[in-house]
């Protein structure tokens, strides 16, 4: 069964950066959907990002990260990122990447911690 595999996350302080990695460890069609969500202690799963996929789409961007994160695609690669700059306390919590197809695919989740 295709799984997504994240890499990326970790301990920082604030104003630091780290970059989330995603890929699937198989094949994957018909994607509609791809993006990254983050779900803090205690608060729901909410979305970050997610990529424009049609030709001329924009990327959307939650409004608290805005002109900080920015979400991108390696078609090569079979690979999304999640470059995360100025990263602030509240950024913390488990990161989690979304593909859907015919069905939902949802990375294991990756731990940003952010130090003040």
């Known amino acids: 069964q295709v799984q997504l595999v994240e890499c990326g996350g970790g301990l920082v302080q604030a104003g630091g950066s780290l970059r989330l990695s995603c890929a699937p460890s198989?094949?994957?069609?018909?994607?509609?959907?791809m993006g990254w969500y983050r779900q803090a202690p205690g608060n729901q799963r909410e979305v970050v990002a997610t990529v424009g996929l049609d030709a001329g789409s924009p990327n959307y961007y939650a409004d608290s990260v805005k002109g900080r994160f920015t979400i991108s695609r390696d078609r090569a690669k079979n690979t999304m990122y999640l470059q995360m700059d100025d990263l602030k306390p509240e950024d913390s919590g488990i990161y989690y990447c979304?593909?859907?197809?015919?069905?939902?695919?949802w990375g294991q989740g990756t731990q940003v911690t952010v130090s003040s």
């Open positions: 198989g094949s994957i069609y018909g994607i509609t959907v």
């Open positions: 979304h593909l859907r197809a015919y069905r939902n695919y």
